[in-house]
């Protein structure tokens, strides 16, 4: 499975941003999906997780971005986003998509995702 992610870019302090992650391959094989981030010196955040497929399983969100940050994803064409409204420079960082075909959610059992895509830069500006 390969990921496409896209999106980042330089927003002002209460703009919004919707990054995009594309996967190719196979992509029947994943269950979940979902978002990293890293910022500058800082060790790699989980942001949100997806179950797919019907999956009752609720999406999960960082303490630090609930409320502001709504994961998604368009079942036509399988792309999974990050709406980020409400941003904050401490929100700058690189956000990384993720996926995953364990039975269940790789954010709900502590595990690794199996598939990393390439970081998109967030830059938020005070």
């Known amino acids: 499975v390969q990921l496409q992610a896209s999106g980042g870019g330089l927003v002002q302090t209460g703009g919004s941003l919707r990054l995009s992650c594309a996967p190719s391959?196979?992509?029947?094989?994943?269950?979940?999906m979902g978002w990293y981030r890293r910022a500058p010196g800082a060790q790699r955040e989980l942001i949100a997780g997806?179950?797919?497929?019907?999956?009752?399983?609720?999406?999960s969100y960082a303490d630090s971005v609930k409320g502001r940050f709504t994961i998604s994803r368009d079942a036509v064409n399988s792309t999974v986003y990050l709406q980020m409204n409400d941003l904050k420079p401490d929100d700058t960082a690189v956000y990384y998509c993720v996926a995953d075909g364990g039975l269940a959610p790789w954010y709900y059992t502590g595990t690794e995702p199996q598939y990393w895509g390439q970081g998109t830069l967030v830059t938020v500006s005070s």
């Open positions: 391959g196979s992509i029947a094989s994943v269950t979940s």
């Open positions: 997806l179950a797919l497929n019907g999956n009752p399983i609720h999406p």
